[in-house]
């Protein structure tokens, strides 16, 4: 869904990080992240850390998470045809073939391009090619070397992490469980919806006794969501679709906020995305219909937001999409002065690092 034409540009998503401000480890405390928080358009800043959170909501806000769960989808193995070392990482199931098999897309690094029917050795599953995709993907039908696994059994045994590009080490054992949200329930994703990282199960239980409400819905997030904008008109950018559920027990959730009007607060892009696709089909202005499907919503400013009134969200990277989903919510120059006071003052940056609260 391609957003209105916008004012902003290109340079309005740009900025200059320095390196070491590229968090390469989570906290050694999921909530001892900082917080930056700011009031929506306005560009003075506060400092506080992430468990201060609960005394800085209003009263009885409602929280919405993505539950998605972050599948180990990085595989290493050899070309049967060649020998040649592969490397994949799966995007999204696009069907099941064969009972005992499942077709992916996937990115592949590679020397020289599979042909049709080529197998890729992938230890513990073997992918054989189907066809190229659109946006430099690939269609492989992925089997379980054992018989008596499943695919995703197969992933947890012997895939990897997915970690960024940003993250310059090899993913490691602890990576399996600090880059996954203490809430994923749903496997899917391929990326973390990173501002969840920072809760605790001891945070959320505290939130829950200080009167606020938790409602879980769902978006398998995909390369494609981090891929920069390279068009000098951000809004010719085509953002590639997601699966996304709004379940009726967070419809619910939701509904009742808005009749006692409370605040809900979006934890997360993914949220975003999934609460306004939801709002866009719903018949009741400003209240998110039961939904599941693919969503390519795409937000920039002139966006008028209708499901939620208050975003929590980690800091991202320059000429992304999810930038462009930030400035469209607090504004282009207010976010550009809190991008600027958090590189001043030593914030962590992108999927490991600190986050962003933007209250009412």
């Not at 203490?182 to 006794?209: D, S």
């Not at 010719?236 to 619910?252: F, I, Q």
């Not at 009007?261 to 999934?274: I, Y």
């Not at 976010?335 to 001043?344: E, F, G, Q, V």
Request: one cysteine or more; proline letters at 10%; hydrophobic letters at 40%.
């Amino acid at each position: 869904m391609s957003p209105p034409p916008t004012d902003l540009t290109i340079a309005d998503l740009d900025y200059e990080l320095p390196r070491d401000r590229i968090a390469q480890e989570p906290t050694a405390e999921r909530d001892a992240a900082r917080l930056l928080v700011v009031r929506r358009g306005v560009p003075d800043v506060r400092r506080a850390t992430f468990r201060e959170l609960p005394g800085l909501l209003p009263p009885r806000t409602l929280l919405v998470v993505n539950d998605t769960r972050v599948l180990p989808a990085r595989l290493l193995g050899r070309r049967a045809a060649t020998g040649g070392k592969c490397e994949i990482l799966l995007v999204r199931r696009l069907g099941r073939p064969e009972p005992r098999s499942e077709r992916w897309s996937a990115l592949l690094q590679t020397r020289g391009r599979p042909r049709p029917g080529e197998r890729l050795d992938l230890g513990p599953l073997r992918a054989t090619f189907v066809e190229r995709l659109p946006l430099g993907e690939f269609a492989f039908d992925l089997a379980p070397t054992d018989g008596g696994e499943t695919v995703d059994a197969a992933l947890e045994r012997g895939g990897a992490m997915p970690l960024p590009p940003y993250i310059r080490r090899p993913p490691a054992p602890a990576d399996r469980e600090r880059y996954q949200t203490v809430y994923a329930q749903r496997p899917g994703a391929v990326a973390a919806p990173t501002a969840g990282l920072h809760f605790t199960t001891e945070l959320l239980a505290r939130l829950e006794r200080d009167g606020h409400e938790v409602a879980c819905v769902t978006l398998h997030v995909g390369p494609g969501t981090f891929r920069p904008i390279s068009a000098e008109r951000p809004e010719a950018h085509v953002l590639e679709a997601e699966w996304a559920e709004v379940p009726a027990g967070a419809a619910e959730a939701l509904a009742r906020a808005r009749r006692e009007g409370r605040t809900v607060l979006a934890v997360g892009t993914t949220v975003v995305r999934t609460l306004e696709t939801a709002a866009s089909r719903s018949p009741e202005d400003g209240v998110p219909a039961p939904f599941a499907g693919d969503t390519a919503l795409y937000i920039l400013p002139g966006h008028r937001f209708r499901a939620f009134d208050a975003l929590l969200t980690n800091f991202h990277l320059p000429r992304t999409t999810l930038l462009g989903l930030v400035m469209a919510f607090h504004g282009i120059a207010p976010t550009r002065a809190a991008y600027a006071a958090a590189i001043r003052e030593g914030y962590r940056f992108y999927s490991y690092g600190d986050a962003m609260l933007v209250l009412p």
